[in-house]
């Protein structure tokens, strides 16, 4: 990995404006992630925007992968769960500026996410990811066990419909 400093995001400005950037990048390049092409910087600053107020109200913790001033990557936790459900939580919103691809950042940010899922006292991880051009290397490499596929369930930042890939990962309890 490079020396990148992994760290809960919090809502300042230049955090908003590298999010904005990295979501407007992330769906240029065909990443799947909610959003279509060309995603105006606006929609995305508000997504973020809201994602922060998220975070600050407990419902999720974003961490990122800062490279001195720049975000290179950042991972979501949901923890914003139903009551019969208080044992797990949501990977979301893995990204990773296609400059800094390879260098274990994704990793590291799903170690941090898995750890502070274990301090809340959560044992089960959840996740998808797209079928073509997704991460499921990645995850698989992490310990994420597949359950399967769902064919035709999103479409692609460009339009063609695609399916998605849906992964789980048991977390010790913690004593």
Do not use: C
Not at 2 to 8: E, G, K
Not at 103 to 110: E, K, N, S, V
Not at 147 to 172: C, F, M, S, W
């Amino acid at each position: 990995m490079s020396d990148a400093r992994i760290a809960p995001l919090t809502a300042d400005t230049h955090t908003l404006d590298q999010l904005t950037a990295l979501l407007v990048e992330t769906v240029a390049h065909g990443g799947s992630v909610s959003f279509m092409h060309p995603l105006p910087p606006e929609q995305a600053r508000a997504f973020w925007q809201g994602s922060l107020d998220a975070a600050r109200a407990g419902g999720r913790v974003l961490y990122g992968a800062w490279d001195g001033d720049t975000l290179a990557s950042t991972v979501t936790l949901l923890l914003d769960v139903p009551p019969n459900q208080p044992h797990r939580a949501e990977i979301a919103k893995m990204m990773t500026r296609s400059a800094y691809r390879g260098r274990g950042l994704a990793t590291a940010l799903l170690r941090a996410a898995e750890a502070e899922a274990t301090r809340r006292g959560r044992t089960l991880l959840v996740l998808d990811t797209s079928v073509d051009g997704g991460a499921s290397k990645l995850y698989e490499g992490a310990g994420y066990i597949l359950v399967g596929e769902i064919p035709d369930y999103a479409l692609t930042p460009d339009g063609r419909l695609n399916g998605t890939l849906i992964y789980y990962k048991r977390l010790p309890a913690q004593t």
